[in-house]
């Protein structure tokens, strides 16, 4: 497993022992294994990637592109995750920001993993998925 890191914001304290520790949790609550890029940007350069990847004029607060898979199985892939719309969230939350952002995080890999969310059992099980995967990495992060 190869996990590369990259802070480009400066609104959400957030390590990247953090990053790391949930996004094992989660490949390790999956029985997976990955090489994972991981993003974590302002809203600026989120409505830039939306824009170009998705055609939409809006922020978000996770992306995820999935580059495939290893002939051994492995999962490579990018996630991006959005701090200001963390900080925003968060608000009216029982949760902080860096809780909320680790949520993106687990959901946007959950979505490389092969999960969805369009429907409404889909997305019951991915809620789920992401409580679990943050419960074990120590984050408690309500809805």
Same mark, same amino acid.
């Given at each position: 497993m190869k996990i590369e890191i990259?802070?480009?914001?400066?609104?959400? %304290?957030?390590?990247?022992?953090?990053v790391r520790r949930v996004l094992e949790a989660t490949?390790?609550?999956?029985?997976?294994d990955a090489n994972l890029s991981v993003a974590l940007v302002e809203d600026g350069r989120m409505l830039?990637?939306? +824009? +170009?990847?998705?055609g939409r004029s809006d922020v978000t607060d996770v992306l995820a592109f999935?580059?495939?898979? %290893? $002939? %051994?199985?492995? !999962?490579?892939?990018?996630i991006v995750?959005? *701090?200001?719309? *963390?900080?925003? $969230?968060?608000?009216?939350?029982?949760h902080g920001a860096e809780g909320e952002l680790m949520l993106y995080l687990v959901h946007g890999l959950l979505h490389l !993993?092969?999960?969805?969310?369009h429907d409404p059992e889909d997305s019951r099980l991915m809620r789920r998925?992401?409580?679990?995967? !943050?419960?074990? *990495?120590?984050? %408690?992060?309500e809805y």
């Open positions: 990259s802070n480009q914001q400066s609104k959400v %304290d957030c390590s990247p022992q953090s490949l390790r609550e999956e029985g997976s830039e990637m939306n +824009r +170009r990847f998705t999935p580059y495939g898979s %290893d $002939e %051994d199985g492995l !999962l490579h892939g990018e995750v959005n *701090a200001d719309q *963390a900080l925003r $969230e968060a608000t009216g939350r029982p !993993l092969g999960y969805d969310d998925r992401e409580q679990r995967a !943050l419960r074990s *990495a120590g984050y %408690d992060v």
